[in-house]
């Protein structure tokens, strides 16, 4: 990618109504006030915004962060500096500049299939959820045929603001193509910017920003993951080990057979070339945050630790990973556990206010406190116990009779067919069935969509039985049975010939829950 292409108002309006109107005290015109005028002064922002693609030169000013400390919680003391997060506020202008840059750099990255396959951080149709989808699946088709497999996750300190700008030059020229005007207009994006803390009326002078991408940018997260592009190759050069990345959130795992613990000396050493690889491009592991599973038999756990060396001071029962608790059997006991406290918690503030709110405004934070809750990542759930779902469903039910202000002892399910809500059981199928709808429709990650396979059978099928998935062979029902590549098919081969045929996400989403809805409420 040599230069960028120029963009017209027409483009302009299109990403003003994408972005988030907040104001920094380094913009000249309160953002409110930039849009309502946005017609007058329309033209000479496309003016200034074709300068800077064409020349490959950022605008000084558009350069200014100014960082607000904002207290992580209530309860912590003001006068400690850790208390803070430091939130950095960029020109509106340069985001809408940064923007224009950002789509064009992203269908090229797309176009070209720069980024990483199983880098999953900011990208369109990835999540953290099918990350986390692709690793448990692996981990239970390890498992179900009979390997023991280690879990490590690695955390970096303070990852975006130790980024050497000269090293990310050097790669998005060399690794990424890109070069000419678009080379030089991100080494004018990276130099010369400055910071300035914001409390009250007060501004610290300005600091130079030396290295790191800028906070509060949409470009850091593509150029961070554009930063760590040799990770993953050098992870894919140590034989059996695979890896998923969100970001800055790192995953590696082996699987192993339960006499062939001599592999792990290849973990050790894939370990040991990301530390030289880290350290070289100024990026930090930090020990102390790092954590390790052993998902094995409880004979064999004391030897897998012996082969870890140092790292088995980091092995844990349980680990958050990308904000789902992972413990060593997978039956996400201790997640679910978590889950129905938090919900709780926050169903208890919310019944104080539902004298003072309206029914709108209740199903709002229903909505926003409990089911998100609910659903997050609930593709995963396949995996867990009947008593947990339990439990889950417990705190559904409170939510739901909540709503509709009816008393502990009513029937539950007329109240959640008033409310059109699916209960857990049939929400988690749900999401499955959608994320493979959106693999066969080539709107999925590549590592999900290849983990199904079409049916193909000896004879001719039936115009009803088309479009069937293959269904992999299974030892264990606890484990392979509720991998994704295994429930998935088994799902979606059980809906009826014309659901499978629907062409768009939107209406196959709608009469899945029309389907899932009659199978739960008759």
């Known amino acids: 990618m040599e230069s960028f292409l120029p963009v017209s108002l027409k483009d302009l309006l299109e990403i003003l109504t994408q972005l988030n109107p907040s104001t920094s005290s380094a913009d000249v015109l309160p953002t409110h006030l930039f849009c309502k005028v946005f017609e007058t002064i329309g033209p000479s922002v496309v003016t200034l915004i074709n300068h800077s693609l064409l020349s490959g030169s950022v605008p000084r000013c558009f350069k200014e962060g100014v960082i607000q400390p904002l207290l ?112 030089k207009w991100f080494t004018s994006f990276l130099e010369d910017r400055t910071l300035l803390v914001s409390v009250g009326n007060f501004r610290s002078d300005a600091a130079k920003f030396l290295c790191g991408v800028p906070q509060g940018s949409v470009l850091s997260p593509l150029l961070f993951s554009l930063y760590i592009l040799p990770l993953g190759r050098i992870i894919s050069g140590f034989k059996n080990i695979s890896y998923h990345l969100y970001a800055d959130d790192i995953q590696l795992y082996i699987s192993f057979k339960p006499w062939e613990l001599d592999k792990l000396s290849t973990l050790m050493d894939c370990l040991k070339e990301i530390n ?108 867990v116990s009947k008593a947990s779902l339990n439990r889950l469903q417990a705190v559904q039910n409170a939510a739901a009779r909540l709503l509709t202000h009816s008393n502990k002892f009513s029937h539950i399910t007329p109240i959640l067919k008033s409310l059109h809500w699916l209960p857990v059981g049939y929400r988690y199928k749900f999401k499955i069935l959608t994320f493979t709808f959106m693999s066969l429709q080539g709107e999925a990650p590549t590592y999900i969509s290849e983990l199904l396979q079409p049916y193909s059978p000896k004879r001719t099928l039936r115009s009803t039985d088309s479009g069937l998935l293959s269904i992999p062979r299974t030892r264990l029902k606890t484990k392979g049975d509720h991998a994704f590549q295994t429930l998935a098919p088994i799902l979606w081969n059980g809906l009826p010939s014309p659901l499978r045929t629907i062409d768009t996400v939107a209406s196959f989403k709608k009469q899945l829950k029309t389907h899932l809805f009659r199978q739960a409420f008759g």
């Open 276 to 383: 030289l690889w880290m350290t070289s491009n100024f990026l930090q592991l930090n020990a102390d945050k790092t954590e390790c599973l052993i998902l094995a038999p409880e004979n064999i756990k004391p030897q897998i630790s012996q082969h870890l060396g140092a790292f088995s001071s980091s092995i844990k029962a349980t680990a958050r990973n990308l904000g789902i608790i992972f413990d060593q059997s997978l039956s996400f006991d201790a997640h679910i556990k978590s889950v129905t406290r938090s919900c709780f918690f926050h169903l208890r503030n919310i019944a104080k206010l539902r004298t003072i709110v309206s029914t709108t405004e209740l199903e709002m934070l229903v909505h926003t406190f409990i089911s998100s809750r609910l659903d997050y990542c609930n593709a995963l759930f396949s995996c």
């Open 72 to 183: 992580k919680k209530p309860n912590l003391d003001p006068t400690l500096q850790s208390s803070f997060r430091p939130i950095s506020k960029l020109p509106f202008i340069s985001k809408i500049l940064e923007k224009v840059i950002w789509l064009q750099v992203k269908k090229a990255l797309e176009k070209h299939n720069i980024l990483d396959k199983f880098q999953s951080g900011f990208r369109k149709l990835h999540s953290t959820e099918t990350a986390l989808l692709k690793v448990t699946n692996d981990l239970l088709m390890a498992a179900d045929r009979g390997d023991c497999s280690v879990l490590v996750l690695l955390d970096l300190s303070s990852a975006f603001d130790t980024v050497d700008h000269q090293i990310l030059i050097h790669h998005l020229n060399r690794m990424v193509g890109i070069s000419g005007s678009v080379l």
